[in-house]
């Protein structure tokens, strides 16, 4: 009960906080037009894709001593639940790379939305190449089978869905293991820390032009705060939600070749939670804290409530 307790609780913020993003910014052109709500959007349907597809099979997976869902669902959950995880992180370091260019070169022509639809397009290919082994290599492995009449003889076969990679399988796990953790946490986390660094560096250092009151200087030195807690909290909310599951990946499929952590069902759970608890935060980081969506969410909630 707690369990599912847990895990509907990140789903139904997720699915309203996701939603919403999604509704504010087709409902507003003013807002289709910057390149930053574009990938807010595609962080959102990412985030969705994982909500309906990872949450609820990896739960069952690990609960339910069989893979009753059949071939299809067993190549096809593994293949999105990677994909989403990808594209969410890959869109977070395109979100730090635009920020970095709006910033840092003010003076270089800016992406416009025709451009982000493009590098959306992108993500989702390179997402899906690199979920690609996960489709391939799962099946549903029998376990056991249940004679259900003795005279008749009808029998039904349980079985679970399991990644059956090519020999040496456990140097193929441990290979696919090691490239997933660095292209799907540490290089885009390294992006993102890298272009963040450096706006902070940025902001921190810029002069100001002119006479300067100290009201003035309150309110530049108050935004240059807001500014910097923003985009440590996005940095820090990914690392942090990310890192545990990834290590536990790392010790079950790079460490030892029977390692108690691969058949521990509640060190699991616990990793996979708060990493999908990176669902509920995403809205209200990108986009909550920031003025222009609050705005628009006002102006949906009057036209609504009409």
Sequence with gaps: AIIATAYALVMAISLFGNLLVCYVVFRHRRLQRSITYTFLVNVALSDLLMTCLNIPFSVSRVLLDHWPFGQFLCSLVPFVQVMSVYVSSLTMAAIAVDRYRVILTPLKRRLRPPHGLIIM????????MAALPYALYSEVVPIFTYRLERKTKKQMTFGRCQARFPTPALEFRRY?????FATQYVIPLGISGLAYGAIVRRLWMRSFVGAVTDNQRVRQDRAKRKTIQMLLVVISLFALCWLPLN?????????ASESATRHNSTAFL??????MSSVCYNPFVYCWLNANFRDAVQTCGRLCMR
């Design 121 to 128: 397009a992108i993500l989702w290919i390179l997402a899906s």
């Design 247 to 255: 290590v536990y990946h790392l010790v079950s499929d790079v460490g």
């Design 176 to 180: 696919l293991t090691l490239i997933t």
């Design 270 to 275: 616990v990793c996979h939670w708060l990493a």
